[in-house]
């Protein structure tokens, strides 16, 4: 089912639901009202023929000369007839036009029995009411309280009986047309709304289905297609560009890996092409014990560098999902400069490196010895390799604000500053550096990079070219640590 289907149905749904709600309460209320008008109208003109009739304490008197009725109760309801019933089921009075149906209905009632009241009564019974055959009737009976049968004039009786009554058909026609009125109206409403939400839901969702078929149309390598942005500054145009930010951040992968591949199989053929051209020379002719051993150490050689090259390829080929953290302890980070200290190419330079030490007694960091070392190792290795011997070498650390910073600082030729951007991308090597012959892969700085994002802390350089480079490793500072457990920790 489409989206534009399924969003249809589900406010049509809600507008049919509120739509019978509505017509059911209001349908309800209205004829609840007709119901108690018909009533009320009713019961009106009875208490009215009621209250026409004289009650004295021997007989009821009912005198139409002296009373002029005349309800006038004749509206879309239909008249309301009545009659008067004394003595012996004799009626006395009844409406002008009377309905002959209601007539008979009336002469058909049994004869009432005479039921003394109080004193203080002037009105016999509570009206009753009777709904039967299409008609609703309602009669009340009025007696004398000590009637006393001696010989009456004609308007003198012991007791009166009041019967009103109305055919339902006219309130029934309203209730029906009430009825086909709560029930088409919204039923007209619900079609239209149901043809325009059609229409609207349509119109709204087409970009939408527009970027679907742009994006199908896109195919796996093409990342220089964009969806078409409407700039209508709603959530569409916000899906649109969304979209477009992860198809360029797809592109900027996408090129970048192949930029890797090339970059790593230029390096990886250069170790390889030495390996054999170097054994296809070798097997040419036989030769000394002392030739082979020359040969064989310079294959190992290669070797190890190829070795290298790979483990580097697929460190930095592991995504940070795959990776697994390492385990990180604290260890004092004097003492371990210092050991680390002799690791570093003393015997050419040993007199240009400066040590500079600002870090409170028992400072601390939380790190992979092993992964640091690798880092600054890194680090020191560069700063021989692009500085001239005789220059000075400064190896930095000291504490700020809860971090610890390590920094390498040399006095070489510096990176310029289009270049220092590019530094920490693998196989990235400067135009300067190749001039010069300076040996390297490209691959030792964004190693180094990517393990100082590993140990949660960051790695950037500052240089200018003809000045040298200073490139710092800050890392949080772990809790100071009390001088014998740091020792401990860090053995």
Not at 134 to 159: H, I
Not at 269 to 294: A, F, K, M, N
């Amino acid at each position: 089912m489409s989206l534009t289907n399924r969003v249809c149905i589900f406010f049509l749904t809600a507008l049919g639901v509120i739509l019978a709600v509505y017509s059911l309460v209001f349908y309800s209320i209205t004829s609840q009202h007709i119901h108690s008008r018909f009533d009320d109208e009713l019961s009106s003109v009875l208490k009215s023929l009621v209250a026409a009739a004289e009650v004295e304490e021997t007989e009821v008197k009912w005198q139409p000369l002296e009373h002029s009725i005349d309800f006038g109760v004749h509206n879309e309801f239909g008249a309301v007839h009545w009659v008067v019933i004394g003595d012996d089921g004799v009626i006395v009075e009844r409406s002008r036009a009377i309905d002959q149906e209601f007539v008979s209905r009336v002469e058909g009632l049994a004869a009432f029995t005479s039921i003394p009241l109080g004193p203080d009564v002037e009105t016999g019974l509570a009206a009753e009411t009777t709904v039967s055959d299409g008609w609703v009737m309602m009669s009340r009976q009025v007696a004398a309280p000590r009637p006393v049968r001696l010989l009456r004039e004609l308007d003198e009786f012991d007791q009166l009986k009041v019967v009103v009554g109305r055919p339902t058909a006219p309130r029934d026609a309203i209730l029906f047309r009430l009825m086909l009125l709560v029930t088409l109206l919204p039923l007209l409403a619900w079609s239209i709304a149901a043809l325009m939400g059609q229409w609207v839901v349509r119109k709204a969702l087409r970009p939408v289905a527009a970027m679907a078929e742009q994006a199908q149309a896109i195919s796996g390598a093409d990342f220089d297609s964009r969806l078409t942005n409407t700039n209508s500054h709603d959530e569409l145009a916000e899906l649109a560009t969304a979209f477009n930010r992860l198809l360029g951040r797809q592109q900027e992968a996408f090129n970048q890996q192949r930029r890797f591949a090339g970059e790593a199989a230029h390096e990886l053929r250069t170790p390889l092409t030495v390996l054999l051209g170097q054994i296809d020379v070798t097997l040419r002719r036989p030769r000394s014990d002392s030739e082979y051993q020359t040969t064989l150490s310079m294959l190992r050689n290669k070797t190890q560098s190829l070795q290298e090259i790979v483990e580097s390829l697929l460190f930095l080929a592991r995504s940070d999902r795959d990776s697994s953290s390492p385990a990180l302890r604290c260890f004092e980070l004097l003492p371990w400069l210092e050991s680390q200290q002799s690791t570093w190419p003393l015997e050419e330079r040993g007199s240009d490196f400066q040590m500079e030490i600002s870090l409170p007694e028992g400072a601390s960091v939380r790190a992979t010895p092993a992964l640091l070392a690798r880092v600054i190792d890194n680090l020191v290795g560069n700063a021989v390799k692009y500085s001239e011997p005789g220059s000075p070498i400064v190896v930095r650390a000291f504490q700020e604000n809860d971090e610890t910073f390590i920094q390498v600082e040399d006095s070489g030729t510096g990176i310029s500053e289009e270049d220092v951007s590019k530094l920490f991308d693998p196989f990235f090597r400067s135009d300067l550096a190749r001039r010069r012959g300076i040996a390297g892969t490209g691959l030792g700085l964004a190693i180094a990079s990517r393990i100082a994002t590993t140990l949660g802390g960051t790695l950037v350089c500052e240089s200018k070219l003809g000045s040298g480079s200073c490139f710092t490793l800050r890392l949080p500072a772990a809790h100071t640590l009390p001088t014998e457990v740091s020792s401990a920790l860090s053995k």
